[in-house]
């Protein structure tokens, strides 16, 4: 990394993990998303040539110039500084992140919480569900520019920086996670090694919700194990925890084959069959992470042997 001209003194913004929830909230199952303090971004202003915060300034360029006209069309979501903005991207500020991009971690999410957060010139806490929405709604408007549409859910988590409980589309409340215990069980991340795109996959899952028989198995079946997976995590139930996210691991790998890389639709199915694991999609798939569920995290390591594991919360 190039020598730091001038360090920004503003928060830092994390990354995020969808627990439950993906595809389903788009027709209204409930969510759960986490901030993933792992990963963490934020502005600086840099000196020396960095090929890659030079590559962030060129990216916040095209962001800038997308923001000009969305507000002189009269459709910014919120009230931005933009003179600012375009005076410190014109002084090379690029957004330093360790977020990787297209691994279902809120790297774009993180990008349009701290612009947010530092340009907006109304800023909402999220002290209330009105406000909560309101910058969900904001975020959304603003994040579609990097997904073609998005909930401005990832914005969302990473700019309040606590777990959300999305309980309908017009519901949403911060929550308290259970107090991680030193058990076996845990939920962890398994690394693809490969970059997933967010907007082909969402196509092709709004493409599918046209075929009836989808969309009554997302609003029955899927939402019915998704649902009671979450209450099953939140009330510390591990028993219905596990048979819930293995209910969903099976859903996932019969209907969202196309969102799981093809090397691993055979390690999904080796999960199910030993109950050594149970995997399910972190995000919009297709790459990245993969989110896998475990009651003996010991015996899960050592049937994925070679594959490298993060482990995100102990239970």
Not at 54 to 80: I, T, W, Y
Request: proline share 3%.
């Amino acid at each position: 990394m190039g020598k730091i001209k001038n360090s920004l003194k503003d928060t830092l913004f994390y990354g995020k993990i969808l627990l439950f929830g993906e595809y389903g909230i788009i027709e209204d199952s409930m969510g759960l998303s986490i901030p993933y303090n792992n990963f963490q971004g934020s502005f600086i202003f840099e000196e020396e040539n960095d090929s890659t915060l030079a590559k962030s300034n060129q990216e916040l360029k095209k962001f800038f110039k997308h923001l000009v006209e969305l507000k002189d069309r009269g459709e910014l979501p919120c009230r931005l500084d933009l003179e600012r903005l375009g005076k410190d991207i014109e002084q090379d500020m690029a957004f330093d992140s360790s977020i990787p991009q297209g691994y279902g971690v809120g790297s774009s999410g993180a990008l349009v919480a701290a612009i947010y957060d530092r340009y907006a010139l109304d800023k909402k806490e999220g002290s209330s569900n009105s406000d909560i929405l309101e910058l969900k709604r904001i975020f959304g408007e603003l994040e579609s520019y990097f997904h073609g549409t998005s909930s401005g859910l990832d914005p969302l988590i990473c700019y309040l920086n606590l777990p959300i409980l999305i309980k309908s589309k017009s519901e949403l409340d911060t929550v308290k996670l259970p107090k991680e215990k030193e058990n076996k069980g845990a939920i962890f991340l398994l690394n693809t090694g490969e970059v997933g795109k967010t907007q082909p996959l969402v196509e092709h899952f709004l493409e599918r919700l046209k075929e009836e028989g989808f969309r009554n198995m997302i609003r029955n079946q899927f939402k019915k194990y998704n649902d009671a997976g979450i209450n099953a995590f939140l009330q510390e139930d591990e028993q219905s925890l596990l048979s819930n996210v293995k209910n969903l691991s099976k859903l996932v790998l019969e209907h969202f084959k196309p969102m799981i890389p093809k090397l691993y639709h055979k390690l999904w199915q080796e999960g199910l069959d030993s109950n050594a694991y149970y995997l399910k999609l972190c995000g919009s798939g297709g790459g990245g992470y993969i989110l896998g569920f475990t009651e003996d995290f010991d015996k899960a390591k050592a049937k994925l042997a070679g594959y490298e594991l993060d482990v995100i919360y102990k239970f």
